[in-house]
Protein backbone atom coordinates (compact mmCIF):
# COMPACT_ATOMS: atom_id res chain seq x y z
CA UNK A 1 0.00 0.00 0.00
CA UNK A 2 1.32 3.24 -0.66
CA UNK A 3 0.80 6.40 1.32
CA UNK A 4 1.45 9.98 -0.40
CA UNK A 5 1.90 13.22 2.03
CA UNK A 6 0.61 16.04 0.50
CA UNK A 7 0.01 19.12 2.69
CA UNK A 8 -0.79 17.17 5.70
CA UNK A 9 -3.23 14.69 4.37
CA UNK A 10 -2.72 11.32 3.94
CA UNK A 11 -3.94 9.17 0.39
CA UNK A 12 -4.38 5.73 0.41
CA UNK A 13 -4.84 3.30 -2.80
CA UNK A 14 -6.45 0.14 -1.36
CA UNK A 15 -6.57 -1.81 -4.87
CA UNK A 16 -2.81 -1.18 -5.25
CA UNK A 17 -1.62 -4.25 -6.87
CA UNK A 18 1.81 -6.14 -5.60
CA UNK A 19 4.51 -4.88 -7.69
CA UNK A 20 7.00 -7.23 -8.48
CA UNK A 21 9.26 -5.13 -11.30
CA UNK A 22 9.89 -1.66 -12.92
CA UNK A 23 6.60 -2.18 -15.36
CA UNK A 24 4.81 -3.31 -12.70
CA UNK A 25 5.98 -1.00 -10.51
CA UNK A 26 5.02 2.13 -13.22
CA UNK A 27 1.71 0.75 -13.60
CA UNK A 28 1.49 0.90 -9.43
CA UNK A 29 2.49 4.36 -9.18
CA UNK A 30 -0.23 5.55 -12.06
CA UNK A 31 -3.06 4.02 -10.00
CA UNK A 32 -2.14 5.35 -6.22
CA UNK A 33 -1.81 8.99 -8.49
CA UNK A 34 -4.86 8.13 -10.07
CA UNK A 35 -6.92 7.42 -6.57
CA UNK A 36 -5.47 10.34 -5.32
CA UNK A 37 -6.97 12.37 -7.66
CA UNK A 38 -9.93 11.20 -7.59
CA UNK A 39 -9.86 11.38 -3.38
CA UNK A 40 -9.55 14.67 -4.22
CA UNK A 41 -12.86 14.71 -5.93
CA UNK A 42 -14.54 13.17 -2.99
CA UNK A 43 -13.46 15.62 -0.54
CA UNK A 44 -14.58 18.59 -3.48
CA UNK A 45 -17.97 17.42 -4.04
CA UNK A 46 -18.65 20.86 -5.68
CA UNK A 47 -16.89 19.71 -8.38
CA UNK A 48 -17.99 16.98 -9.55
CA UNK A 49 -21.49 18.47 -9.12
CA UNK A 50 -20.47 20.86 -11.53
CA UNK A 51 -19.38 18.50 -13.73
CA UNK A 52 -22.37 17.04 -13.76
CA UNK A 53 -24.81 19.80 -14.41
CA UNK A 54 -22.90 21.48 -17.29
CA UNK A 55 -23.29 19.27 -19.78
CA UNK A 56 -26.60 18.65 -18.71
CA UNK A 57 -27.34 22.48 -19.38
CA UNK A 58 -25.45 22.62 -22.73
CA UNK A 59 -27.77 19.63 -23.92
CA UNK A 60 -30.57 21.46 -22.68
CA UNK A 61 -30.25 24.71 -24.17
CA UNK A 62 -28.43 24.22 -27.34
CA UNK A 63 -31.10 21.39 -28.26
CA UNK A 64 -34.52 24.12 -26.90
CA UNK A 65 -32.69 27.29 -27.58
CA UNK A 66 -31.45 26.23 -31.47
CA UNK A 67 -33.14 23.54 -32.56
CA UNK A 68 -36.03 25.56 -33.80
CA UNK A 69 -34.01 28.32 -35.83
CA UNK A 70 -31.88 25.68 -37.50
CA UNK A 71 -32.30 23.42 -39.96
CA UNK A 72 -35.64 25.10 -40.52
CA UNK A 73 -37.62 23.87 -43.49
CA UNK A 74 -35.63 20.73 -43.79
CA UNK A 75 -37.64 17.74 -43.16
CA UNK A 76 -34.81 15.53 -43.22
CA UNK A 77 -33.01 17.47 -40.65
CA UNK A 78 -33.21 16.14 -37.10
CA UNK A 79 -31.10 19.03 -34.98
CA UNK A 80 -31.11 17.00 -31.91
CA UNK A 81 -29.45 13.85 -33.62
CA UNK A 82 -27.14 16.61 -35.27
CA UNK A 83 -26.17 18.17 -31.78
CA UNK A 84 -25.58 15.52 -29.60
CA UNK A 85 -22.10 14.19 -30.95
CA UNK A 86 -21.16 18.43 -31.16
CA UNK A 87 -21.85 18.15 -27.45
CA UNK A 88 -20.35 15.40 -26.27
CA UNK A 89 -17.06 16.39 -28.44
CA UNK A 90 -17.30 19.81 -27.03
CA UNK A 91 -17.60 18.60 -23.29
CA UNK A 92 -14.75 15.82 -23.42
CA UNK A 93 -12.13 18.57 -24.83
CA UNK A 94 -12.89 20.83 -22.20
CA UNK A 95 -13.04 18.41 -19.49
CA UNK A 96 -8.98 18.15 -20.59
CA UNK A 97 -8.58 21.45 -18.85
CA UNK A 98 -8.87 19.78 -15.81
CA UNK A 99 -5.19 18.32 -15.93
CA UNK A 100 -3.91 21.40 -16.62
CA UNK A 101 -5.94 23.52 -14.02
CA UNK A 102 -4.11 20.39 -11.86
CA UNK A 103 -1.15 20.76 -12.43
CA UNK A 104 -0.80 23.96 -12.50
CA UNK A 105 -2.28 24.03 -8.57
CA UNK A 106 0.20 21.33 -7.70
CA UNK A 107 3.16 23.16 -8.96
CA UNK A 108 2.07 26.21 -6.42
CA UNK A 109 1.04 24.52 -3.63
CA UNK A 110 4.70 21.99 -3.43
CA UNK A 111 3.04 19.03 -4.63
CA UNK A 112 5.02 18.25 -7.43
CA UNK A 113 8.41 18.74 -5.56
CA UNK A 114 7.27 16.46 -2.62
CA UNK A 115 6.10 13.63 -5.68
CA UNK A 116 9.99 14.12 -6.96
CA UNK A 117 11.17 13.14 -2.98
CA UNK A 118 9.21 9.50 -3.13
CA UNK A 119 10.79 6.42 -5.29
CA UNK A 120 8.36 6.41 -8.05
CA UNK A 121 8.16 6.87 -11.78
CA UNK A 122 7.94 10.75 -12.54
CA UNK A 123 5.55 9.73 -15.58
CA UNK A 124 3.40 8.60 -13.01
CA UNK A 125 2.30 11.78 -11.45
CA UNK A 126 1.28 12.69 -15.21
CA UNK A 127 -0.84 9.47 -16.37
CA UNK A 128 -2.72 9.13 -13.36
CA UNK A 129 -3.63 13.40 -13.50
CA UNK A 130 -5.02 11.93 -17.27
CA UNK A 131 -6.15 9.16 -16.18
CA UNK A 132 -8.62 10.62 -13.69
CA UNK A 133 -9.58 13.13 -16.16
CA UNK A 134 -10.64 10.27 -18.16
CA UNK A 135 -12.79 9.18 -15.30
CA UNK A 136 -14.54 12.32 -14.63
CA UNK A 137 -14.89 12.60 -18.77
CA UNK A 138 -16.41 9.12 -18.89
CA UNK A 139 -19.26 10.31 -15.86
CA UNK A 140 -20.04 13.39 -17.88
CA UNK A 141 -20.68 11.05 -21.05
CA UNK A 142 -22.51 8.91 -19.36
CA UNK A 143 -25.07 12.06 -17.73
CA UNK A 144 -24.85 13.82 -21.43
CA UNK A 145 -25.96 10.34 -22.80
CA UNK A 146 -28.89 9.99 -20.43
CA UNK A 147 -30.27 13.72 -20.70
CA UNK A 148 -29.86 12.99 -25.09
CA UNK A 149 -32.52 10.21 -24.72
CA UNK A 150 -34.17 12.35 -22.42
CA UNK A 151 -34.75 15.03 -24.94
CA UNK A 152 -35.31 12.08 -28.28
CA UNK A 153 -31.75 11.70 -28.92
CA UNK A 154 -31.51 8.25 -30.25
CA UNK A 155 -28.54 6.58 -31.75
CA UNK A 156 -29.48 4.62 -35.61
CA UNK A 157 -27.05 2.19 -35.51
CA UNK A 158 -26.10 -0.72 -33.66
CA UNK A 159 -24.71 -1.06 -29.98
CA UNK A 160 -21.27 -2.17 -30.99
CA UNK A 161 -20.97 1.51 -33.34
CA UNK A 162 -22.55 3.74 -31.01
CA UNK A 163 -20.13 1.96 -28.47
CA UNK A 164 -17.06 2.69 -31.22
CA UNK A 165 -18.58 6.32 -31.26
CA UNK A 166 -18.41 6.80 -27.28
CA UNK A 167 -14.78 5.42 -27.63
CA UNK A 168 -13.20 7.44 -30.32
CA UNK A 169 -14.65 10.42 -28.02
CA UNK A 170 -12.56 9.40 -25.11
CA UNK A 171 -9.65 8.94 -27.21
CA UNK A 172 -9.47 12.14 -28.48
CA UNK A 173 -10.35 13.53 -24.92
CA UNK A 174 -7.63 11.35 -23.45
CA UNK A 175 -5.25 12.93 -25.51
CA UNK A 176 -6.22 16.48 -25.60
CA UNK A 177 -5.64 16.02 -21.85
CA UNK A 178 -1.85 15.48 -22.07
CA UNK A 179 -1.94 18.85 -24.33
CA UNK A 180 -3.93 20.61 -21.32
CA UNK A 181 -1.60 19.24 -18.84
CA UNK A 182 1.69 20.36 -20.57
CA UNK A 183 0.17 24.01 -20.93
CA UNK A 184 -0.56 23.61 -16.84
CA UNK A 185 3.17 23.46 -16.68
CA UNK A 186 3.76 26.08 -18.83
CA UNK A 187 1.63 28.81 -17.53
CA UNK A 188 2.71 31.24 -14.24
CA UNK A 189 -0.42 30.53 -12.21
CA UNK A 190 -3.27 27.83 -11.79
CA UNK A 191 -5.86 31.15 -12.67
CA UNK A 192 -4.25 31.65 -15.88
CA UNK A 193 -4.77 28.14 -16.96
CA UNK A 194 -8.58 28.93 -17.72
CA UNK A 195 -7.82 31.91 -19.60
CA UNK A 196 -4.95 29.89 -21.68
CA UNK A 197 -6.92 27.19 -22.71
CA UNK A 198 -10.86 28.92 -23.60
CA UNK A 199 -7.90 30.66 -26.64
CA UNK A 200 -7.64 27.30 -27.45
CA UNK A 201 -10.52 25.86 -27.01
CA UNK A 202 -13.05 28.14 -27.86
CA UNK A 203 -11.91 28.26 -31.87
CA UNK A 204 -11.50 24.95 -32.16
CA UNK A 205 -15.05 23.91 -30.94
CA UNK A 206 -17.19 26.98 -32.02
CA UNK A 207 -15.41 27.18 -35.54
CA UNK A 208 -16.14 23.25 -36.55
CA UNK A 209 -19.35 21.40 -37.65
CA UNK A 210 -20.40 21.15 -33.42
CA UNK A 211 -23.65 23.37 -33.56
CA UNK A 212 -24.29 24.37 -37.49
CA UNK A 213 -23.67 22.83 -40.67
CA UNK A 214 -20.18 24.01 -42.05
CA UNK A 215 -21.39 24.98 -44.73
CA UNK A 216 -23.48 27.52 -43.05
CA UNK A 217 -20.13 29.54 -41.79
CA UNK A 218 -18.69 32.47 -43.49
CA UNK A 219 -16.62 30.93 -46.30
CA UNK A 220 -12.98 31.15 -44.19
CA UNK A 221 -14.00 29.46 -41.60
CA UNK A 222 -16.03 26.74 -43.50
CA UNK A 223 -12.38 25.92 -44.84
CA UNK A 224 -11.33 26.15 -41.27
CA UNK A 225 -14.02 24.22 -39.69
CA UNK A 226 -13.88 21.02 -42.33
CA UNK A 227 -10.01 20.74 -41.77
CA UNK A 228 -10.40 21.09 -37.96
CA UNK A 229 -9.60 17.71 -36.26
CA UNK A 230 -12.39 18.32 -33.66
CA UNK A 231 -15.01 18.73 -37.16
CA UNK A 232 -13.59 15.24 -38.05
CA UNK A 233 -13.49 13.83 -34.28
CA UNK A 234 -17.86 15.01 -34.14
CA UNK A 235 -18.26 14.10 -37.84
CA UNK A 236 -16.89 10.47 -37.08
CA UNK A 237 -18.74 10.34 -34.23
CA UNK A 238 -22.15 10.93 -36.09
CA UNK A 239 -21.16 8.40 -38.46
CA UNK A 240 -20.27 6.03 -35.70
CA UNK A 241 -24.11 6.78 -33.86
CA UNK A 242 -26.15 6.73 -37.21
CA UNK A 243 -26.95 10.66 -36.68
CA UNK A 244 -25.89 11.93 -40.29
CA UNK A 245 -29.30 12.21 -41.33
CA UNK A 246 -30.08 15.74 -43.42
CA UNK A 247 -26.15 16.44 -43.93
CA UNK A 248 -23.64 16.02 -46.57
CA UNK A 249 -20.01 15.47 -45.72
CA UNK A 250 -17.84 18.16 -47.50
CA UNK A 251 -15.40 16.89 -50.01
CA UNK A 252 -12.61 17.48 -47.95
CA UNK A 253 -10.29 14.02 -46.99
CA UNK A 254 -10.71 14.53 -42.98
CA UNK A 255 -14.28 14.91 -43.65
CA UNK A 256 -14.42 12.22 -45.71
CA UNK A 257 -12.53 10.00 -43.63
CA UNK A 258 -13.13 11.59 -40.03
CA UNK A 259 -12.51 8.26 -38.27
CA UNK A 260 -9.05 7.46 -39.65
CA UNK A 261 -8.42 10.86 -39.01
CA UNK A 262 -9.82 11.50 -35.33
CA UNK A 263 -8.20 8.58 -34.42
CA UNK A 264 -4.64 9.44 -36.32
CA UNK A 265 -5.41 13.28 -34.72
CA UNK A 266 -5.69 11.28 -31.29
CA UNK A 267 -2.75 9.23 -31.74
CA UNK A 268 -0.71 11.91 -32.84
CA UNK A 269 -1.51 14.36 -30.20
CA UNK A 270 -0.18 11.24 -28.05
CA UNK A 271 3.16 10.90 -29.91
CA UNK A 272 3.90 14.16 -29.86
CA UNK A 273 2.75 15.75 -25.83
CA UNK A 274 3.45 12.86 -24.04
CA UNK A 275 6.96 13.26 -24.12
CA UNK A 276 6.77 16.79 -24.34
CA UNK A 277 4.57 16.83 -21.09
CA UNK A 278 6.93 14.43 -19.16
CA UNK A 279 9.88 16.03 -20.53
CA UNK A 280 8.07 19.36 -18.86
CA UNK A 281 7.47 18.11 -15.72
CA UNK A 282 11.11 16.62 -14.86
CA UNK A 283 12.34 20.06 -15.87
CA UNK A 284 9.72 22.09 -13.51
CA UNK A 285 9.92 23.24 -10.05
CA UNK A 286 7.03 24.37 -7.86
CA UNK A 287 6.22 28.16 -7.88
Known amino acids: ?35 RNLSKVKRSPDVLVFAILQPIMFVLLFSQVFGGAIGGGNADFDYTNFLMAGIFAQTVVFGSTFSGAAMAQDLKEGLIDRFRTLPMNPSAVLVGRTNSDLVLNTLSMIIMILTGFAIGWRFESGFLSFFGGVVLLMLFSYSFSWVMALLGMMVKS ?4 NNASFMILFPITFISNAFVPAESLPRVLEVFANWNPVSALIQGARELFGNTGGTIAADTWPMQNPIITAVAGSL ?20
Open 1 to 35: MTTIDAQKTTVEGPLQPEVTGPVATWFADGWTVTW
Open 190 to 193: PETI
Open 268 to 287: VLLIIFVPLAIKKFANTSSR
